[in-house]
């Protein structure tokens, strides 16, 4: 299976500021990353598809402009959360495509104050 | 729009007892059903079920897949404590949809 690491594991940030958020394949070269975002008691809801080398595709109702994705290498893809707010406090889980599943990150938790 | 329903949302037994989840679900482009265990953080990987009728297992858990009745089972026999989790059931191509997960608890 693939490893994942995500970076950082919790952060706090202020309203209006900018949070990057980091998701690494270890040990796997992914051409496909996802990012989810699982907000408290409810299940994983996938945000966008990153793409090594080209635009993330973002699921209906995310903001691209608010989530920025940047997928620049077969290892690491970036999102960066702009001008963060209260309700985007969450837990936001990447995961990696193999051939045959996806594997997950530790996920990292938001808290916009 | 693709869709997954986890039954029952959640359930509360005693150590040692057997236990059932189910998913069902409605999309439109199949190629696998996954199941996820997520204690604190991000889900770890059970099982992936492609074929119907073909029974997985590992240790006390086990899993399988009705491709024409659009639905999946996990069960966990002689439960234990650290089996306490929610249960998340995912399907799709590339891009998964989850089923809003069986919070399962189990009472020492």
């Known amino acids: ?113 | 729009e693709d869709k997954v329903v986890q039954s029952p949302l959640s359930l509360v037994v005693h150590e040692g007892d057997t236990v059932t989840l189910n998913c069902s679900y409605e999309v439109t482009n199949f190629r696998s059903l996954l199941w996820y265990k997520q204690e604190k953080k991000a889900p770890t990987f059970l099982f992936m079920l492609t074929s119907s009728g073909i029974e997985k297992k590992s240790g006390r858990l086990s899993s399988i897949l009705d491709k024409k009745e659009l639905f999946s089972i996990l069960n966990i026999t002689a439960t234990q404590t650290g089996d306490s989790a929610i249960y998340l059931c995912a399907v799709g191509n590339e891009k998964l949809t989850f089923g809003t997960g069986t919070r399962l608890t189990i009472i020492p």
Request: with cysteine.
């Open chain 1, 1 to 113: 299976g693939a490893v994942v690491s995500q970076h950082p594991s919790r952060v706090i940030c202020k309203s209006g500021t900018s949070v990057k958020i980091e998701c690494r394949s270890l040990d796997f070269q992914a051409t496909t990353m996802f990012w989810y975002r699982q907000f408290p008691k409810q299940s994983l809801m996938l945000m966008a598809t990153s793409n090594e080398g080209s635009k993330a595709t973002y699921e209906q109702g995310v903001e691209k402009d608010k989530f920025l994705i940047n997928h620049a290498s077969l290892t690491l893809s970036t999102l960066t959360v702009t001008s963060a707010h209260p309700e985007d406090s969450s837990f936001y889980i990447c995961s990696v495509q193999t051939l045959r599943e996806q594997y997950f990150g530790p996920g990292t938790r938001l808290t916009v104050t």
